[in-house]
């Protein structure tokens, strides 16, 4: 009997403390959506921010969080690519590979702080790329760079041993194997982990604040020349993204609307990773679909 | 005869091809090992200079409680104690910790053993959602919504250990759970059915059999939460109040290594003694999630011979 009764208490308990999770949770996100919503509309996603006066938008913050995180994207990509398919489909179990893994998992857990404060060090000061664009995608790639490694060797994981032995009857070598076979197959799960981290990255901010900089420049969004310092393309201007801007009006505290500003960018991000979220499982779905006879 | 042989012999279009691509794959990979290199090589080297060219003592630095860089102290040293800063990281990440894990594990017990199919169709969704959540959010809703009921509470400003604790558990939260899920989901059925069929009762069964098979995977998850904690620089920084002053209680303000490395970098000149210093706590930082990583492998080691 006393079991049983022990049951029904730790039971009632486990009970309260979901509810109260589930409670906080949603409570966090009530508050963002409630206080962020009413703020949004088509000015304030596209009006550039004012410093000292209220009725600022965040347009042009929206505007930087996007193209950097097409930039990082398209630098890290291609990288983690080549590191995923090398330690999936290549790397024997030696200690360079033991090495390798080891540095990947420590990148991965360095603090965003450190990494964009090396980031400020070596691209920034050293190779004199001043805050800009580039040198906070470079930092961004540092951060996204073992995550992303680690999905797309995951994705490749997946996939069946039958395939490669198929590719290898045929008389495919090993690399056609995997460019024609191998990464065909896994592409869905592929995307989808590029989506995920996307929404990481968009939202990072303390790697940027010494890296990307903190200002937001007026920009000609008539001017598409990237060589040209006001146009929205010109990676070696100074860009201060969403979550940067969230950060550094709360820190000043000079906008007098600084708490309504940042309430709708926060709700701004948060429905931005909501889509990246549903987006990743999509595409993922999408591609799988078009690619196989599943329709 | 001499062209079948000198094809047999020559390298082959596919041979070539599949070189290329070992090689452009590799170069990747040893790309990434350099950046961690010289992420250490670079840190390290100009944290290690306010030791070896600004001669300040290793002891004094990490044992001082007055943190002041530009001025100097009544020994004609600069005050550059960095006790404060460690002190109050410590804090909080120890605390928030504390807080989150019987949450995290509860809301885990609860997602997979008392009520799977609402823990993976609501609950696996919003704690996804909220791993993904920007920390400058989590600072903000810390700075309009914490802050202020901790001042309405207990006086003062506000800002503190206490505030930042909150938020950071807020934070970690839904990282440990979905962690904890993972464990939990990985303990094998049997171990359940047996528990069951000797007649245990779910409690039973979910405190003697799963969560002992689960406890290398949960305490992974627990440090995992605390690295994280230790390393969050902008939320932490919104709500701890930034006075780098030893913590005298939960709610007076004090500061923490990511919060006085965020304020002070800009403001200090490059390879200055007032610059090196705080190199040397982004090297604290860098040596303390090293050690985090190695806890969390010893975990697994330990975890894998059982």
Same mark, same amino acid.
């Given at each position: 009997?006393?079991?049983?009764?022990?049951?029904?208490?730790?039971?009632?308990?486990?009970?309260?403390?979901?509810?109260?999770?589930?409670?906080?949770?949603?409570?966090?996100?009530?508050?963002?959506?409630?206080?962020?919503?009413?703020?949004?509309?088509?000015?304030?996603?596209?009006?550039?921010?004012?410093?000292?006066?209220?009725?600022?938008?965040?347009?042009?913050?929206?505007?930087?969080?996007?193209?950097?995180?097409?930039?990082?994207?398209?630098?890290?990509?291609?990288?983690?690519?080549?590191?995923?398919?090398?330690?999936?489909?290549?790397?024997?179990?030696?200690?360079?590979?033991?090495?390798?893994?080891?540095?990947?998992?420590?990148?991965?857990?360095?603090?965003?702080?450190?990494?964009?404060?090396?980031?400020?060090?070596?691209?920034?000061?050293?190779?004199?790329?001043?805050?800009?664009?580039?040198?906070?995608?470079?930092?961004?790639?540092?951060?996204?760079?073992?995550?992303?490694?680690?999905?797309?060797?995951?994705?490749?994981?997946?996939?069946?041993?039958?395939?490669?032995?198929?590719?290898?009857?045929?008389?495919?070598?090993?690399?056609?194997?995997?460019?024609?076979?191998?990464?065909?197959?896994?592409?869905?799960?592929?995307?989808?982990?590029?989506?995920?981290?996307?929404?990481?990255?968009?939202?990072?901010?303390?790697?940027?604040?010494?890296?990307?900089?903190?200002?937001?420049?007026?920009?000609?969004?008539?001017?598409?020349?990237?060589?040209?310092?006001?146009?929205?393309?010109?990676?070696?201007?100074?860009?201060?993204?969403?979550?940067?801007?969230?950060?550094?009006?709360?820190?000043?505290?000079?906008?007098?609307?600084?708490?309504?500003?940042?309430?709708?960018?926060?709700?701004?991000?948060?429905?931005?990773?909501?889509?990246?979220?549903?987006?990743?499982?999509?595409?993922?779905?999408?591609?799988?679909?078009?690619?196989?006879?599943?329709? | 005869?001499?062209?079948?042989?000198?094809?047999?012999?020559?390298?082959?279009?596919?041979?070539?091809?599949?070189?290329?691509?070992?090689? +452009?794959?590799?170069?990747?990979?040893?790309? $990434? #090992? @350099?950046? %961690?290199?010289?992420? &250490?090589?670079?840190?390290?080297?100009? !944290?290690?200079?306010?030791?070896?060219?600004?001669?300040?003592?290793?002891?004094?630095?990490?044992?001082?409680?007055?943190?002041?860089?530009?001025?100097?102290?009544?020994?004609?040293?600069?005050?550059?104690?960095?006790?404060?800063?460690?002190?109050?990281?410590?804090?909080?990440?120890?605390?928030?910790?504390?807080?989150?894990?019987?949450?995290?594990?509860?809301?885990?017990?609860?997602?997979?053993?008392?009520?799977?199919?609402?823990?993976?169709?609501?609950?696996?969704?919003?704690?996804?959602?909220?791993?993904? +959540?920007?920390?400058?959010?989590?600072?903000? $809703? #810390? @700075?309009? %919504?914490?802050?202020? &009921?901790?001042?309405?509470?207990?006086? !003062?400003?506000?800002?503190?250990?206490?505030?930042?604790?909150?938020?950071?558990?807020?934070?970690?939260?839904?990282?440990?759970?979905?962690?904890?899920?993972?464990?939990?989901?990985?303990?094998?059925?049997?171990?359940?059915?047996?528990?069951?069929?000797?007649?245990?009762?779910?409690?039973?069964?979910?405190?003697?059999?799963?969560?002992?098979?689960?406890?290398?995977?949960?305490?992974?998850?627990?440090?995992?939460?605390?690295?994280?904690?230790?390393?969050?620089?902008?939320?932490?920084?919104?709500?701890?109040?930034?006075?780098?002053?030893?913590?005298?209680?939960?709610?007076?303000?004090?500061?923490?290594?990511?919060?006085?490395?965020?304020?002070?970098?800009?403001?200090?000149?490059?390879?200055?003694?007032?610059?090196?210093?705080?190199?040397?706590?982004?090297?604290?930082?860098?040596?303390?999630?090293?050690?985090?990583?190695?806890?969390?492998?010893?975990?697994?080691?330990?975890?894998?011979?059982?």
């Amino acid at each position: 009997m006393q079991a049983k009764t022990v049951n029904k208490i730790a039971t009632g308990v486990l009970y309260i403390i979901a509810g109260l999770v589930i409670l906080i949770l949603a409570a966090l996100l009530g508050y963002i959506l409630v206080n962020g919503v009413p703020h949004l509309s088509w000015h304030f996603l596209t009006a550039p921010s004012r410093a000292f006066q209220a009725g600022g938008g965040i347009g042009i913050q929206l505007f930087n969080s996007f193209y950097l995180l097409i930039l990082t994207m398209l630098i890290s990509f291609p990288i983690a690519l080549g590191a995923g398919i090398y330690l999936n489909e290549y790397a024997k179990k030696n200690w360079f590979t033991t090495m390798i893994r080891t540095a990947i998992e420590i990148l991965s857990s360095l603090p965003s702080v450190v990494v964009g404060l090396f980031g400020f060090l070596l691209i920034v000061v050293k190779l004199n790329f001043g805050f800009s664009i580039l040198s906070g995608a470079i930092a961004l790639t540092l951060f996204n760079l073992p995550l992303l490694t680690r999905s797309v060797e995951g994705s490749l994981n997946s996939i069946s041993n039958l395939q490669r032995e198929a590719g290898s009857a045929l008389g495919l070598s090993k690399w056609e194997t995997v460019l024609h076979v191998i990464l065909p197959a896994a592409l869905p799960s592929i995307v989808t982990g590029v989506v995920l981290s996307a929404g990481r990255v968009f939202g990072e901010a303390a790697a940027l604040i010494y890296t990307a900089g903190q200002s937001a420049p007026a920009l000609d969004f008539g001017d598409w020349n990237p060589f040209n310092m006001a146009s929205p393309l010109n990676p070696l201007r100074p860009a201060e993204t969403l979550a940067v801007h969230i950060w550094k009006i709360n820190s000043e505290g000079i906008m007098p609307d600084a708490a309504a500003v940042s309430a709708g960018a926060s709700a701004v991000l948060v429905i931005a990773v909501l889509l990246f979220n549903i987006l990743a499982r999509w595409l993922g779905k999408v591609i799988f679909k078009r690619l196989t006879a599943a329709r | 005869m001499d062209q079948i042989r000198e094809s047999l012999l020559k390298t082959s279009v596919a041979t070539k091809k599949e070189r290329f691509g070992k090689t +452009i794959t590799m170069a990747a990979l040893i790309l $990434i #090992g @350099l950046v %961690v290199i010289s992420i &250490f090589y670079f840190v390290a080297s100009k !944290g290690l200079a306010t030791f070896f060219t600004d001669k300040i003592n290793f002891w004094d630095f990490m044992t001082g409680k007055t943190w002041n860089p530009s001025t100097n102290g009544s020994n004609g040293k600069p005050q550059v104690g960095a006790l404060p800063m460690i002190t109050g990281s410590f804090m909080i990440t120890v605390l928030s910790a504390i807080v989150a894990t019987p949450f995290a594990i509860g809301t885990a017990i609860f997602m997979t053993e008392i009520s799977p199919k609402y823990g993976a169709k609501i609950l696996q969704p919003v704690i996804e959602l909220l791993v993904g +959540i920007p920390s400058v959010v989590y600072g903000f $809703i #810390g @700075l309009t %919504v914490v802050v202020p &009921f901790i001042r309405s509470i207990f006086g !003062g400003s506000g800002f503190g250990v206490l505030s930042g604790t909150v938020v950071l558990f807020v934070m970690i939260l839904p990282t440990v759970t979905s962690m904890t899920v993972d464990t939990l989901r990985s303990v094998p059925q049997y171990y359940r059915e047996s528990a069951l069929a000797i007649g245990a009762t779910q409690w039973q069964a979910i405190y003697k059999v799963i969560l002992r098979a689960a406890t290398p995977g949960i305490l992974t998850a627990i440090v995992f939460g605390m690295a994280r904690a230790f390393g969050e620089a902008l939320a932490v920084q919104m709500v701890v109040g930034n006075a780098a002053i030893m913590p005298q209680n939960l709610t007076s303000p004090a500061s923490t290594l990511t919060s006085i490395l965020t304020m002070g970098i800009g403001n200090t000149v490059m390879g200055s003694m007032q610059n090196d210093v705080l190199w040397t706590l982004a090297l604290i930082l860098l040596v303390m999630s090293l050690i985090f990583n190695i806890i969390i492998r010893l975990i697994g080691k330990k975890g894998e011979l059982k």
